[in-house]
């Protein structure tokens, strides 16, 4: 289980079904969520029918009921997240249960150490007081019972999520807790959450090498070691993407719409795609095509990627309105802004172009392309 503060790195897609709202906050549903259902039913309601010697569908009955439960305690876990975060003023997005258990969606980073540690401790807080409650009731209920068996799950369950989530490496919820730590004590944030990934790297190669100890050992069901590998691999990656996200992060100060956006060039609805690109390349090389309407208004932006797709031969023939997209469709940037909020901007709305404008006149576009080259000069981008 963990929170994550997306804007992401990505586009965003669809987080999955959407089931509803709790407490005002949007509940989603990843199709991965059948497989887990799936597993954990096959395996409890096999261990519920050799504790309790109960028939094969009142095992399955039990089973689903156990993972009911349990998605109930991934849920509250969550939330624990959402509503701490509201608490101090961080909009939550969303929630989305999946298979490896869930994450919390949020619109932005926590603005303090202080603030960022008890956001990333709620939810094992709130795992650790359910697992209390369900061992309370487990010894509360006669032995060897179908309910005593659900409470004992539950409190097991429950235990281990908040003592795994308490684990101090990203993208785990102490791994948060230690970013915060390293943040406070050195005031940086990205040497935080550096720390913190690398640390996450140790604790996903520590959980593959206990999974290999318990399948040897027995300990480990066998349908249940996939999901294991699968957990560490998750852990591992997602470390990985951590300490990326911290080296990228740290040169959003470098962002400057004004030196990073394109030039433009603009031409004349109706003008000859050839025409207009002899103009442009006469004028300004490497400027960006603006389609004008005849009272010189900015109307729409010539797609590269249209016109790459248009042979040499036609485009005397094919005018640039043809192969433009109108402005009204692509997300706009004032000049202004700073690094943190032009990620902000990206990430909210995926683009591959991006309109600069300066009050009410455009002034440049901005290629994801290049925001991409100067975030990560060392890696190799697909233009």
């Known amino acids: 289980m963990e929170q994550t503060s997306r804007p992401r790195r990505r586009p965003r897609g669809s987080p999955g079904l959407t089931v509803g709202r709790v407490f005002g906050v949007p509940l989603h549903l990843n199709g991965s969520m059948l497989l887990l259902a799936l597993l954990v039913t096959v395996l409890y309601a096999e261990f519920a029918r050799d504790q309790l010697a109960l028939s094969q569908l009142s095992g399955y009955v039990i089973g689903v009921g156990f993972v009911v439960s349990l998605l109930g305690s991934v849920l509250l876990h969550e939330l624990g997240h959402a509503l701490t975060a509201r608490r101090f003023g961080i909009g939550v997005r969303g ?163 004004a030196r990073l956006a394109r030039p433009i060039w603009p031409v004349p609805t109706g003008t000859p795609l050839a025409e207009a690109q002899r103009r442009a390349e006469d004028a300004r090389t490497g400027a960006t095509l603006l389609v004008t309407d005849s009272t010189g208004r900015p109307v729409g932006l010539v797609d590269p990627v249209a016109v790459a797709a248009v042979p040499v031969e036609r485009r005397p023939w094919l005018a640039v309105d043809a192969v433009s997209r109108s402005l009204s469709t692509l997300p706009v940037l004032a000049v202004g802004l700073d690094g943190e909020r032009v990620m902000e901007a990206v990430q909210t709305h995926p683009g591959a172009q991006y309109v600069v404008t300066s009050g009410e006149d455009v002034v440049g576009v901005l290629h994801i392309a290049d925001l991409a080259q100067l975030l990560e000069p060392d890696r190799k981008m697909n233009t």
Not at 99 to 114: I, Q
Not at 123 to 136: D, E, F, I, K
Not at 176 to 194: N, Y
């Open 95 to 257: 929630i989305t249960l999946e298979l490896l258990g869930g994450y919390t969606e949020m619109d932005r980073d926590a603005p303090s150490p202080r603030v960022d540690l008890l956001v990333s401790l709620a939810g094992p807080a709130v795992s650790a007081v359910l697992g209390g409650v369900a061992v309370a009731v487990t010894l509360a209920l006669p032995d060897r019972t179908v309910a005593n068996q659900l409470a004992f799950q539950l409190a097991v369950s429950n235990v281990i999520v908040a003592v795994f989530n308490a684990l101090p490496g990203l993208p785990l919820d102490g791994g948060r807790a230690l970013r915060a730590a390293v943040w406070a004590l050195t005031h940086d944030r990205h040497r935080g959450t550096e720390v913190a990934g690398w640390v996450g790297r140790i604790v996903a190669a520590g959980t593959a090498g206990l999974v290999a100890v318990l399948t040897l050992t027995h300990h480990l069901a066998p349908l249940a070691l996939p999901l294991m590998l699968l957990v560490a691999f998750t852990l591992w990656r997602g470390a990985g993407q951590s300490i990326r996200y911290a080296k990228v992060s740290r040169r959003f100060p470098l962002i400057d719409l």
